[in-house]
């Protein structure tokens, strides 16, 4: 994906909590960070953490926030299209640095590509020890409760 600025990195606000995400969608490589309220037909991931922060009284400098991959995948006309293994791959080293480098406490991993490489990391290593939290994408059909219980 071709892009003025560098890809979106890590979203730190010396939180213990990391929240994982698939990759950025279209307006969050616009914007330039992770995981935006856009709000659209049918709903964005970032406009339903929003409101689930909202009724918990979080805010998002509660977190740090980070995509399992950088860059912005594309689109098929409806929805965004799944990093390709060469991302995944590519983006791995990044995210296991940024565990090297803050010590979480927790860690929510949000659809199956952040958790499975989480999973990955953490089945190389033994030097992590932060609870990992494996969530259902925020527009995979969970209930507003299911979310608001991750905080």
Not at 63 to 70: A, C, K, M, P
Not at 82 to 96: G, M, N, V
């Amino acid at each position: 994906t071709i892009r003025k600025q560098p890809p979106i990195t890590l979203e730190e606000h010396g939180s213990d909590v990391l929240l994982v995400f698939q990759a950025p969608g279209i307006q969050e490589w616009k914007i330039g960070a992770p995981i935006q309220p856009t709000i659209k037909k049918g709903g964005t991931a970032g406009r339903r953490i929003l409101l689930s922060w909202d009724r918990k009284g979080k805010r998002r400098e509660d977190f740090d926030i980070i995509n399992t991959v950088q860059c912005y995948p594309g689109a098929d006309g409806t929805r965004d299209i799944e990093p390709s293994q060469d991302s995944r791959s590519a983006c791995i080293r990044r995210l296991k640095s940024v565990f090297e480098k803050n010590r979480y406490a927790k860690v929510i991993s949000f659809g199956d590509l952040a958790g499975c490489a989480i999973d990955l990391i953490l089945n190389n290593e033994t030097q992590y020890k932060f609870e990992h939290i494996k969530a259902v994408h925020p527009n995979g059909g969970c209930k507003n409760e299911y979310l608001d219980s991750l905080w």
